[in-house]
C-alpha cells in the first residue's frame, strides 16, 4: 500500500521540473514552457509523418489492405505505449502541482506564468494521446455520444503541420476558424469520426497552396441530425471516398457544395446522440471548494498519487492511496470511502475490473476513473460501471468540483 493507512505516498523523488530549487522563486518557469513547447513540436511531427507513412501506405493498391498493422508497427506500438503512458503520467505531475503552486500564487505574473506551464503539458498530454492511439493498443471500438468540440481539436492538432508550420515556411498564411459552440454530441465511433475530419481537412489544406482560409463549423438540425461543414477558399476536386465511407457508416451523409469564386464546402450529417458525454471537467473556473470527504486514489504511479494527494490534501479531503486494483479493494473491505479515483491501465487488474468489483461490493461509492485515452473511453460501455471519466493530465477542477455534490459514506457520518 504506498503510503500506508496514513494516506501519503512513500516516494521521495519529486519530478524534476518541480522541485524547489527549479520553481522555488518562480524565476526559471519561462525555461519550462520552452522545453514542454519544444517536446511537444517533436511529437507533433511524429505523429503527422507517421499519418502521413500510413497513408501513402493504405493508397498503394498494390499492397493488401492488413487486417491488423504488420509485426514491425505492433512492435513500435508495444514500445511507444509504454513510453506514452509513463510521460502522460510525468505530465498529468506537472499539471497537478501546477494547479496546486497556482492556487497559492504569491502574485499575477506568477499566476500567469503558471497557467501557461499549465496549458502547455496538457496540450503535449492531447498530442500524446494521438501518437498513443496510432501505434499503441487501443480501446475498445464502440459507438457511443462523441462530442464534436473534441473530434476537430484532435483532426485540427493532427493537421497543424500543414496549415501552420509548413505554410510559414512557405510564406503563405492560413486562417483556421473554429465554429462549434452549441453543437450537440453525436451518435458514432470517436476514432472513425476523428478520421474523417482529418481527411477532410487535409483534402481542404491541398486546395490552399497559396494560402487562404479554412473554417469548421457545426450545428443542430431540427430535423435531428447534425450538420458539419468543412469550408475553404480553395478551388479544384477533393478526394472524399474514404470520409463518405465513415459518414456512411455512421447512418450519414456527406456531399460537395460549390461556390464558384468563393471555395468550396463539404458537408457531413450526422445523427445526433439522445445521451450525453461523460465530461473530464473544464479548468477555466476555479475548483468549487466542498466538505472534508475520504478519497481512494489508486494507480501504480506513485508520483502521480503523491501530486494528487497533495492536491487533494490542500482542499481539506483525506486521502488513502493504493498501488494496485487489489490493495484498493482490501481498503474498501475495511474502511469507509467517500470516492474512489483509479486510473485505467494498471496491471494485474485494470481500471474497469475494479470499477465492476467496486460497484457489486459498494455500489453507492462512487467511482472516477482516470485515463490518458480521453473522450473516445466514454464511448465504451464499461463506462457504465464509472461515474466520471477524467482525462488525463487531471485538471484540479475536473478532479475537485464534483466533490461538492458527493455525500459522505454511512461509515463516516456516524463517526
Known sequence: MSGGRGGGVADSSDPPLLQAGAVGGYEDIPAVVDRLRSLKAQMDGAVHELRGWWHVRSRDERLPEPDSPPAAVRGLGDTVGGLAHNFNNSLAVIVSYTDLLLKNAADDTTARRLAVVRQVAREAAGTVRLLQEFLARRPDATSGPVALQAVVDDALALTEPRWRAAADRRG????????????????????????????????????????????????????????????????????????????????????????????????????????????????????????????????????????????????????????????????????????????????????????????????????????????????????????????????????????????????????
Open 172 to 415: 503563405v498564411r492560413i486562417g483556421v476558424t473554429r465554429e462549434l459552440d452549441g453543437a450537440p454530441p453525436v451518435h458514432g465511433n470517436y476514432l472513425d469520426l476523428r478520421e474523417a475530419f482529418t481527411l477532410l481537412i487535409a483534402s481542404a489544406l491541398d486546395a490552399l497552396p497559396g494560402g487562404g482560409d479554412l473554417v469548421v463549423r457545426a450545428w443542430s438540425d431540427p430535423s435531428g441530425w447534425v450538420v458539419a461543414q468543412v469550408r475553404d477558399t480553395g478551388s479544384g476536386i477533393r478526394e472524399l471516398g474514404r470520409a463518405s465511407a465513415i459518414a456512411e457508416r455512421h447512418g450519414g451523409t456527406l456531399r460537395t457544395l460549390t461556390d464558384m469564386g468563393q471555395g468550396t464546402t463539404v458537408e457531413l450529417r450526422l445523427l445526433a446522440s439522445s445521451c450525453q458525454i461523460i465530461g473530464a471537467g473544464d479548468d477555466s473556473h476555479p475548483p468549487l471548494i466542498a466538505e472534508s470527504r475520504r478519497i481512494l486514489l489508486v494507480d501504480d504511479d506513485p508520483r502521480l498519487l503523491r501530486a494528487l494527494t497533495d492536491l487533494l490534501q490542500d482542499y481539506g479531503h483525506v486521502v488513502v492511496s493504493a498501488g494496485s486494483g487489489a490493495e484498493a479493494l482490501d481498503f474498501l473491505r475495511g474502511d469507509s470511502i467517500d470516492l474512489i479515483v483509479t486510473d485505467l491501465g494498471m496491471p494485474g487488474m485494470t481500471g474497469w475490473e475494479l470499477a465492476a468489483e467496486v460497484k457489486r461490493l459498494s455500489p453507492e461509492i462512487p467511482v472516477y476513473l482516470m485515463t490518458g485515452w480521453g473522450e473516445e473511453v466514454a464511448t465504451d460501455e464499461r463506462s457504465r460501471l464509472v461515474d466520471r471519466i477524467l482525462a488525463k493530465p487531471v485538471s484540479a477542477e475536473a478532479l475537485l468540483s464534483p466533490l461538492a455534490a458527493l455525500s459522505r459514506s454511512p461509515g463516516r457520518a456516524a463517526q
